[in-house]
């Protein structure tokens, strides 16, 4: 009999699961920031790029633009030399530039501390508005990043793969005074533990409430995937055949 059968359900597991990863993860391991616009920015460089790498960007960054104003006013192409390290530093300077242009136009130069303000502004979706709300201005959010959406999938806590449908049905069986901890709990454990493409089951601090969705399959495509590899298959995969695992 499939062990995941005999698991309570979702709501009944997300107390547990959460209570088991309080004290793994105590601090959140993020992005470095004293003010609303300074996390506003940092989030939107650490789209494909680890905070780690971020954090290393933005003092001189913040040192340099202090404001959503100075910001707003910069020359494109010192900002996007500043930017350049976390990837993708065209765009992510064309935004943050046009992000502070809003903010100073629309909301007197203050990052705006509500949800259906903040998407609004330029490179900003429903994720990065809700780091900005948890993170900065104390209101609950529960940010669906790639490892929030995976491991929640994993734990069976939804079947969603949609972010904002995953953000619906977490917020519906978690805490709202738990939405913000919760999340990046899951974020430090699919980090550290709950890999992408291996998943550390076995040194896994909630194996025993985890039905471990799709996982099974994961390994059978890697062994599969190792088979694969004589030179001929190779040559096939490099033509664009790539797997792709969430
Ligand atoms: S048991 Fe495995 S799949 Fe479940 S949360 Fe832990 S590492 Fe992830």
């Avoid at 350049?84 to 136009?105: M, Q």
């Avoid at 969603?160 to 430090?188: C, N, Q, T, Y």
Wanted: proline residues 7%.
């Amino acid at each position: 009999m499939d062990e995941s059968l005999k698991l309570p359900p979702a709501h009944e597991r997300v107390g547990p699961i959460n209570a088991r990863l309080a004290p793994l993860y105590p601090e959140f391991e993020g992005l470095n920031y004293e003010t609303p616009l300074q996390l506003l920015v940092a989030v939107i460089l650490s789209a494909q790029c680890t905070d780690a790498r971020v954090n290393q960007i933005t003092p001189a960054l913040f040192a340099r633009f202090p404001s959503a104003r100075d910001f707003a006013e910069c020359d494109i192409k010192e900002l996007e030399r500043l930017v350049k390290p976390s990837g993708f530093y065209k765009n992510k300077a064309k935004n943050i530039r046009a992000c502070c242009v809003e903010i100073v136009n629309r909301f007197g130069g203050d990052v705006p501390g509500a949800l259906d303000a903040l998407v609004t502004l330029p490179g900003v979706g429903r994720k990065t508005a809700n780091v900005v709300l948890g993170h900065a201005f104390e209101t609950p959010g529960i940010t669906v990043d790639t490892h929030v959406g995976r491991l929640s999938r994993r734990l069976g806590l939804t079947r969603h793969r949609d972010p904002v449908k995953v953000e619906l049905a977490l917020a519906e069986i978690v805490p709202r005074a738990e939405w913000l901890h919760f999340s990046g709990r899951l974020i430090m454990h699919g980090r550290k533990v709950c890999l992408s493409r291996k998943p550390r089951c076995e040194a896994c601090a909630i194996a025993d409430l985890c039905p471990k969705i799709g996982v099974k399959g994961l390994a059978a495509k890697r062994k599969r995937s190792k088979r694969q590899v004589s030179p001929q298959r190779h040559k096939d995969r490099t033509k664009g055949h790539e797997e792709e695992v969430n």
